[in-house]
């Protein structure tokens, strides 16, 4: 089966066990695990910021996020297509006790002309904004890209207005490759930034907040409380490590071949994609004459797995684990399928 659900589905390379097991472990509640501390320092300092915490998941990094920069009845500004909003299951509302605005950006992108006059708090009945969160890539966007200039711009108003930035960095790494923005930029932009590593780089679990030292050690409570502190953590850091190092330039090859197949749904009669939009290893597209899930199902039929994303959406997501090989079958099933 060829599956394009989404890029969580690798598995660890054999290289990638063995890095695990000569890992340096310790205990981590106690800040004794060698080498999730070095991986931890070695992140942050790639997007220079002074520390990192490393948690089991992207909800769990991007709600410390929305805790530290924040107090209850609060207000963060996000876009409508953003995953705290969509997918993390109303966390900021009970874990944080803020409310979460949602803005119709462009794609899941915020700009500055949506933001303008948006910020409240001068009254006593109005919550307080406090924090712009920010999705790079988006997933619900089809992983598109914030440019330099557009996130320069909002961190130029976010400074005005005295708000806090927040960057759900979940595919920060396909943003990286494909914008060529160098990562200290985006410890420049954002006050807190998540990035994972179980996505595109294929480790098995973990993502990383980054922030200043004292937020970091705020967030390590409040990691605690959560149930997010663990032991020999470094077992999994090592594999992280390891994804960073070996699978992020393979990231360019998973944008060549989403492309590719963007292609073949663009020249087809009954299938539908915006090209202008396809920028990374997300590929949404369209089906005109009948719904997603019936698309889906002889997609399945043929071996080849996608998900709904919508009535006549549906999202494809490329991973190292997808060959040329198998861009040839997907190709070749979307073109029979898009002109039958």
Not at 31 to 51: I, P, R, S, W, Y
């Amino acid at each position: 089966m060829i599956d394009l659900r989404s890029d969580t589905i690798t598995r660890p390379t054999q290289e990638m066990l063995d890095a695990m097991m000569r890992a340096k472990v310790g205990d981590d509640v106690f800040g004794e695990d060698e080498t999730v501390n070095k991986f931890q320092d070695k992140v942050a300092g790639l997007f220079g910021m002074e520390a990192g915490l490393y948690v089991p998941s992207g909800t769990m990094s991007n709600q410390l996020g929305v805790k530290v920069l924040t107090e209850p009845g609060d207000e963060i500004l996000i876009d409508e297509k953003g995953h705290i909003f969509n997918y993390e299951t109303g966390a900021a509302s009970v874990l944080s006790g803020v409310q979460v605005r949602t803005l119709p950006g462009k794609n899941g992108k915020l700009n500055t002309t949506l933001l303008e006059h948006t910020k409240r708090g001068h009254f006593d009945w109005e919550p307080r904004t406090r924090v712009i969160s920010l999705e790079n890539t988006t997933n619900k966007g089809g992983g598109v890209c914030y440019t330099k200039e557009e996130l320069r711009e909002i961190k130029t108003f976010a400074d005005a207005e005295n708000l806090l930035v927040h960057l759900d960095g979940a595919r920060i790494w396909n943003a990286i490759t494909e914008t060529e923005i160098e990562p200290e930029f985006f410890g420049e932009i954002a006050d807190t930034i998540s990035v994972c590593f179980s996505k595109g780089l294929g480790a098995p679990v973990g993502s990383m907040l980054l922030s200043s030292k004292e937020r970091i050690a705020k967030a390590r409570r409040y990691r605690k409380m959560w149930g997010g502190g663990m032991r020999q953590v470094g077992l999994l850091a090592a594999a992280a490590d390891y994804a960073l190092e070996n699978n992020w330039a393979k990231l360019k090859d998973d944008h060549r071949r989403a492309k590719e197949v963007g292609q073949v749904i663009f020249d087809s009669k009954f299938l539908a994609v915006d090209m202008n939009t396809l920028q990374t290893n997300i590929l949404l597209f369209d089906t005109v004459k009948e719904p997603a899930e019936k698309v889906i199902e002889k997609l399945h039929q043929k071996g080849i797995q996608m998900i709904p994303f919508g009535p006549n959406t549906i999202r494809a997501t490329f991973h190292f684990e997808i060959t040329d090989e198998d861009v040839k079958v997907v190709k070749q099933a979307l073109a029979e399928i898009g002109d039958a």
